[in-house]
T-cell receptor
């Protein structure tokens, strides 16, 4: 079945770049998403990329998609302590219902 | 900015009781979803709803669960007889369509359900 995998933890220093990686199995995914979850809060949509794109940039965020390897990454430039959160990768599955398959989330810890 | 709102933020219920979790999706959205996240685990899809009917449901969404859009704005998830393992954060989400394509899904803040 469809699956999305992420590493569980990443620690960086404030000001450094963070790169959070994700792999997925469904080659027919149309959209891939990054969500952010702060402690006790809901899922905030950060950005998404359509499967015919290789890269998308949005201010400090850069999403790279390698469709051949089914690999997605999120780069956060100049990481701030406010970026500390859990980051979820998700793929839209191939059905027409808009259902999302989530990874287990990567906890990003930003040290001052 | 429009947002998905969920109530209550936290619900504690006795095992075997019925609970109703409420959501108000973004007003021009047509697709509605419930997901749940058991503590420390992945966010899991429960059900999607479109045009006043369920369009897809997961194995988790058994006969104990039901969804309803009782009026033009609310979208509810009912759990008929709660079990301890139903304790989780429940997220509602909604999506619009552009050019017949479902676009991004926006999530509510979640309802933390604790079954005791």
């Amino acid at each position: 079945g469809e699956d999305v995998e992420q590493s569980l933890f990443l620690s960086v220093r404030e000001g450094d770049s963070s790169v959070i990686n994700c792999t997925y199995t469904d080659s027919s995914s149309t959209y891939l998403y990054w969500y952010k979850q702060e402690p006790g809060a809901g899922l905030q949509l950060l950005t998404y990329i359509f499967s015919n794109m290789d890269m998308k940039q949005d201010q400090r965020l850069t999403v790279l998609l390698n469709k051949k390897d089914k690999h997605l990454s999120l780069r956060i430039a100049d990481t701030q302590t406010g970026d500390s959160a859990i980051y979820f990768c998700a793929e839209r599955d191939s059905s027409n219902t808009g259902k999302l398959i989530f990874g287990q989330g990567t906890t990003l810890q930003v040290k001052p | 900015e429009p947002e998905v709102t969920q109530t209550p933020s936290h619900q504690v219920t006795q095992m075997g009781q019925e609970v109703i979790l409420r959501c108000v999706p973004i007003s021009n959205h047509l697709y509605f979803y419930w997901y749940r996240q058991i503590l420390g685990q992945k966010v899991e899809f429960l059900v999607s709803f479109y045009n006043n009917e369920i369009s897809e449901k997961s194995e988790i969404f058994d006969d104990q669960f039901s969804v309803e859009r009782p009026d033009g704005s609310n979208f509810t998830l009912k759990i008929r007889s709660t079990k301890l393992e139903d304790s989780a954060m429940y997220f509602c989400a909604s999506s619009e369509t552009r050019s017949r394509r479902i676009t991004e899904a926006f999530f509510g803040q979640g309802t933390r359900l604790t079954v005791v």
